[in-house]
């Protein structure tokens, strides 16, 4: 919630201080059930909001973070000095206008950042669930923020914004609840991750299983964490997100060492950036948030799935498909394989490549034309 | 050397019974001195011949091995089913024909199938080197082969012929001693890693040397090895080795489970094919061998150096340069630059890219024309 307001209407400004809530959303007398058979009978999400809601309660933007997101999307939190991570799109007079748009970001069940996932405490048995915590399906992500938006008052969206994870997730929304969404916006994402894209997926999580102090999940009840395999997972996972001209242009063969003084350690700068990234990810993520949501992206495929046929053909709801060309993770051959299936079910879809070097990270950066896009589209 | 004969001049066959052979290549008296600054006072290489050595002694091909090959290029030893790992391309009537050419294929210094690496004794202490063997340059291990050949009593060869990594050999060979081939057959090369090519082999390296087990690299003392690293790594990087389009043709997403019934552990066959890949790797690879060979891949950059333009000039080699349109570990790019840099200089190139789906790992297969390009070059 925007506690500082913003610059005044029309001029383009930045969201001051804002707070994250909590709120409870499924009990043992109302659990979530999921799609993979379990139940769970205790469910907090962890929300941030900006801007404010309308009379008619129809001017919610629903926000919808990737992998290793969170709920902290736009703002300052007291006390930190780092903005949200999609700050740059949400805020007064930004694409997502905060004086227009009542804005919820709210983290991902599964994930670490407060809402419900496996570290949470089972209460069955007052302990963690670790890898007791059921597998889960986008469907079950979405249920959980279906709930948040019931309880906020809120019966249909003006757009869910999705990247990556994100995007995916608002695509499942609109299949799950075909009366729920106006405007989908899917960026950098996909309907059905390719086989290389799940192998770098097995290798992130192999790399983290196989570390000793994975402790078959229940690491933290031994006090210790897989660091090891995290970073690994994380250093490899990064090279996915960026082009391999980013890379060139940013470090080049730029190394340390100078002439023939070798190093088997790092020394090259994009061994230094890979190992920074590498360690500051092991302060803000947990390795079971990481196995259970990577999994499930392996395993989306929604057009696969019986009922989303029929769902889509009722479906009241305009996507914007967005990819970007040096985006190899998800690249632009699978936004168009989404859209030509949307379309074939009679789904209005606009679909658009934007030129990027960036790769898949950028849906978090402003490469010409991809804000002006999102913003006439929520328009 | 070939025990068994060809199926006679003129048909292709396949070799048949061969042997390794080890051979003494630096002493005490005469060490290999290193271009780090080093010394290795006992050389040891282990080499394998098909054919036979012309009386003029003027039709040796050489072979260079890629990153974790070995001497074993064509033939079967006795008492296995497996043939070498070029044997499409090498034998009676192929490309490389042993009916006319003596081929000699010798395993690398640093490597862990025979010639001298990380895991041999020190002289020095009596004890394995480990992380005291010191770090490799390309030229040092074209400078433990050039000495084969001596040994051999060849003076020019009529071809060197290397895919990958061993293609880097070839090319650094033809720098150290312009008058040392006649032939430079380069495949699915680099004469200079990208960032890109540096990042996937850190991660590869953090992978084993972050494994508790690799003991600051003296495992070997420890009787433990590093095999969940390894694993990662090679898992890895058998990615880089494929395209996604072949991951698509050959798994798709078929996989093990039914329906809504996931699991974390391996479930689609892509997975498991990397499990095994993995697997498997750890039978036939040596960790600090990996670490010395990928680094010194990562350092190689011949035409950053003083005096290869004045080596090149006087060369008396002709190139044949060859990259896959679906390779992306070298793609093609990287293969034309090194051409270009090779004209610059007024060395003789042929190049040319061949359409193949089946990524890096298309130099050891048989897209259409390849393997009639080589035959034609050396011819």
Redesign the interface.
């Known amino acids: 919630m925007s506690i500082s307001g913003s610059l005044g209407s029309g001029s383009v400004g930045s969201l001051g201080y804002v707070e994250s809530q909590r709120v409870v959303l499924a009990t043992q007398d109302d659990p979530l059930h999921l799609?993979?058979?379990g139940r769970l009978d205790h469910v907090e999400v962890v929300y941030e909001t900006y801007g404010d809601l309308s009379p008619a309660r129809d001017n919610v933007v629903f926000v919808c973070h990737a992998l290793t997101g969170n709920a902290h999307a736009a703002g300052l939190h007291l006390g930190s000095k780092k903005r949200g991570w999609w700050d740059n799109l949400i805020g007064p007079g930004k694409p997502v206008d905060t004086d227009r748009y009542f804005v919820v970001s709210a983290n991902l069940l599964g994930g670490c950042s407060g809402t419900t996932g496996p570290l949470s405490t089972d209460p069955a048995t007052g302990a963690p669930y670790c890898?007791d915590f059921p597998?889960l399906?986008m469907t079950d992500l979405v249920a959980a923020h279906r709930r948040l938006v019931a309880d906020l008052g809120v019966e249909r969206l003006h757009a869910a914004v999705g990247g990556s994870l994100g995007g995916m997730q608002v695509l499942q929304w609109a299949i799950d609840d075909p009366d729920a969404i106006d405007r989908a916006v899917v960026v950098a994402a996909s309907s059905?991750?390719?086989?290389?894209n799940?192998?770098?997926s097995?290798?992130g999580?192999?790399?983290i299983?196989?570390?000793?102090d994975f402790c078959n999940g229940r690491y933290v009840e031994q006090d210790v964490f897989p660091w090891?395999?995290q970073?690994?997972a994380r250093?490899?996972a990064h090279?996915n997100y960026v082009s391999?001209e980013s890379?060139?242009t940013?470090?080049?063969?730029r190394r340390t060492s100078q002439g023939?003084d070798?190093?088997?350690?790092?020394d090259?700068e994009?061994?230094h950036y890979?190992?920074h990234q590498?360690k500051v990810f092991l302060d803000r993520f947990d390795a079971l948030s990481y196995?259970?949501l990577t999994?499930?992206l392996?395993?989306f495929?929604p057009f696969a799935d019986p009922g989303t046929a029929e769902a889509l053909r009722r479906a009241r709801t305009r996507f914007q498909v967005t990819s970007f060309d040096s985006d190899w993770r998800f690249d632009s051959a699978q936004s168009a394989a989404m859209a030509t299936a949307l379309r074939d079910l009679g789904v209005d879809v606009d679909l658009a490549e934007i030129a990027s070097p960036f790769g898949h990270d950028s849906f978090l950066l402003q490469p010409r034309g991809y804000h002006e896009r999102i913003a006439a589209f929520l328009d």
């Open positions: 799609r993979g058979g890898l597998l399906h059905r991750l390719t086989p290389e799940i192998a770098f097995t290798v999580r192999e790399a299983m196989s570390d000793p090891r395999g970073k690994v250093m490899m090279i391999a890379l060139e940013k470090f080049g063969r023939d070798w190093r088997l350690d790092a090259f994009v061994e890979l190992q590498g196995l259970y999994r499930l392996d395993y495929d």
